[in-house]
Antibody, heavy 122, light 110 residues
Framework: EVQLLESGGGLVQSGGSLRLSCSAS????????MSWVRQPPGKGLEWVST????????HSADSVKGRFTVSRDNSKNTLYLQMNSLRAEDTAVYYC???????????????WGQGTLVTVSS | QSVLTQAPSASGTPGQRVTISCSGS????????VYWYQQLPGTAPKLLIY???QRPSGVPDRFSGSKSGTSASLAISGLRSEDEADYFC???????????FGTGTKVTVL
């Protein structure tokens, strides 16, 4: 059974930093592209970043470029999101998601974690 | 900011058919596959339809997807109370070099 478990969320002041982690199991992590998607409270979904299976290719939304960095450790089956210079508008539930096979450049995410809430206070 | 547009709400009685639309542009729906996600209250999204009209294993055939030009649709036939959820469309956007999501449609079973 595929499982994705996010951690690291919490309350942080504007301008601060936070690192999210996503522990994966139940599939071959090193063969799967992975993504982060966020959802502000009561609002819709927004793609944040995608990293290829090897980590050699990264795509990020313009809204987080230069501030957020996605990375992965295939030896630990773990995905990360380093978030710096946080703003109030970054407040959201952050989901870790597995890209469909061959779907690094698509909107296909076949498994999602339960999410971790990040609250940025101004 | 959502690039794909959906009606904010839709409703129907048990057993009815409900259709949700998703409008985009040439750079996203017009040139790439469409995906649909179901988000039950308080839970994470779940992949419902992939590659315009394919259902993952375990998704009932009451759910169907279609695409025409720069728009796509999700149909729910034989509506059931457990279908009450938010539904989001998604597609890769060639201009943004990333996936974009729809604004979401809340389906209510009356």
């Amino acid at each position: 059974e595929v499982q994705l478990l996010e951690s690291g969320g919490g309350l942080v002041q504007s301008g601060g930093s936070l690192r999210l982690s996503c522990s994966a199991s139940g599939f071959t992590f090193s063969s799967s592209a992975m993504s982060w998607v966020r959802q502000p409270p009561g609002k819709g979904l927004e793609w944040v970043s995608t990293i290829s299976s090897s980590g050699g290719s990264i795509h990020s939304a313009d809204s987080v470029k230069g501030r957020f960095t996605v990375s992965r450790d295939n030896s630990k089956n773990t995905l990360y999101l380093q978030m710096n210079s946080l703003r109030a508008e970054d407040t959201a539930v952050y989901y870790c998601a597995k890209n469909c096979l061959g779907g690094e450049t698509s909107g296909c995410l076949d498994y999602w974690g339960q999410g971790t809430l990040v609250t940025v206070s101004s | 900011q959502s690039v794909l547009t959906q009606a904010p709400s839709a409703s129907g009685t048990p057993g009815q058919r409900v259709t949700i639309s998703c409008s985009g542009s040439r750079s996203n729906i017009g040139s790439n596959y469409v995906y649909w996600y179901q988000q039950l209250p308080g839970t994470a999204p779940k992949l419902l339809i992939y590659k315009n009209n394919q259902r993952p294993s375990g998704v009932p055939d009451r759910f169907s997807g279609s695409k025409s030009g720069t728009s796509a649709s999700l149909a729910i036939s034989g509506l059931r109370s457990e279908d009450e959820a938010d539904y989001f469309c998604a597609a890769w956007d060639d201009s943004l070099s990333g996936p974009v999501f729809g604004t979401g449609t809340k389906v209510t079973v009356l």
